[in-house]
C-alpha cells in the first residue's frame, strides 16, 4: 500500500536548467510534507517542507509546489548544479509523526 | 552538536543469529523514529518511540523485532533470529517535538545476512 509514489525513478537535467521532481499522494488527509535528499551510504537530510494550508514555499534555490486537489507537489530545483545529484524522497504525514516516503527519484545534475 | 549517531555502519550476520542497532539522537531530542529501507524501495516506517515508552510500533514485523529507548543510552532495535529478507539499510530519525516536524536522519545500518 504505497501511499506516496515517485514514478520517475530517474532524472537528469542539465547544469542550470530547472529540475522538476514529483510526488503523488492518495491520501487526502496528509497535511504536511517534506522533501528529503540522499547521497549514496548517508542518511537522508531534510531539504524543505510545506503544510497544507500553503500551495508553494520557497527556499533559495528550492521551491515546493503543493496542489491538494490533484494530492500533488513537486519540487523544482533552478538552477540545478552538479552537487544537487542524489536521490530525492518525498515525504507526506498526518499532523502525527509517522511519515509514509516515496520510493525516491534519482536527479542526475550534467556539468 | 553531534548529529543522531548509528552504529554499527555495517553489519553482517548469519541466518538464525541476533542484530542490533543502536542508535543515539542528537542532543535534546527525546523522540526517536526506526525506518528501514529495502533494496530498490523508499523508506518504510517501523517503531516511533519516547523515552522508556512505544509511542507508535505499527509499521514493526510482528515476530522477531523489538525496540526500545530506555531513559539512559541509546534506542536499540533488535532483530532476532535474522533471515536474508532483513538485509537492508535501517535508519533512525529523532525530532525534538513530535508533531508535524520533520526529522535528522542517521547515516544508518547496513544489515547484511548471509
Known amino acids: 500500500d504505497q501511499q506516496v509514489k515517485q514514478n520517475s525513478p530517474s532524472l537528469s537535467v542539465q547544469e542550470g536548467r530547472i529540475s522538476i521532481l514529483n510526488c503523488d499522494y492518495t491520501?487526502?488527509?496528509?497535511?504536511?510534507f517534506l522533501w528529503y535528499k540522499k547521497y549514496p551510504a548517508e542518511g537522508p537530510t531534510f531539504l524543505i517542507s510545506i503544510s497544507s494550508i500553503k500551495d508553494k514555499n520557497e527556499d533559495g534555490r528550492f521551491t515546493v509546489f503543493l496542489n491538494k486537489s490533484a494530492k500533488h507537489l513537486s519540487l523544482h530545483i533552478v538552477p540545478s548544479q552538479p552537487g544537487d545529484s542524489a536521490v530525492y524522497f518525498c515525504?507526506?504525514?498526518?499532523?502525527?509523526?509517522?511519515?509514509?516516503f516515496g520510493t525516491g527519484t534519482s536527479l542526475t545534475v550534467i556539468p | 552538536n553531534a548529529g543522531v549517531m548509528q552504529n554499527p555502519r555495517h553489519l553482517v550476520r548469519r541466518r538464525g543469529q541476533e542484530a542490533r542497532l543502536r542508535c543515539s539522537p542528537m542532543k535534546g531530542h527525546s523522540h526517536v523514529y526506526w525506518y528501514r529501507q529495502l533494496p530498490e524501495e523508499g523508506l518504510k516506517f517501523m517503531v516511533y518511540?519516547?523515552?522508556?515508552?512505544?509511542?507508535?510500533e505499527s509499521g514493526m514485523p510482528k515476530e522477531r523485532f523489538s525496540a526500545e529507548f530506555p531513559k539512559e543510552g541509546p534506542s536499540i532495535l533488535r532483530i532476532q533470529q535474522v533471515v536474508r529478507g532483513d538485509s537492508a539499510a535501517y535508519f533512525c530519525?529523532?525530532?525534538?517535538?513530535?508533531?508535524?516536524?520533520?526529522?535528522?536522519f542517521g547515516s544508518g545500518t547496513r544489515l547484511t545476512v548471509v
Open positions: 530519525a529523532s525530532s525534538p517535538q513530535g508533531q508535524g516536524y520533520g526529522y535528522t
Open positions: 518511540l519516547q523515552k522508556e515508552n512505544i509511542i507508535d
Open positions: 515525504a507526506a504525514s498526518r499532523a502525527g509523526n509517522q511519515f509514509y
Open positions: 491520501n487526502s488527509m496528509f497535511d504536511y
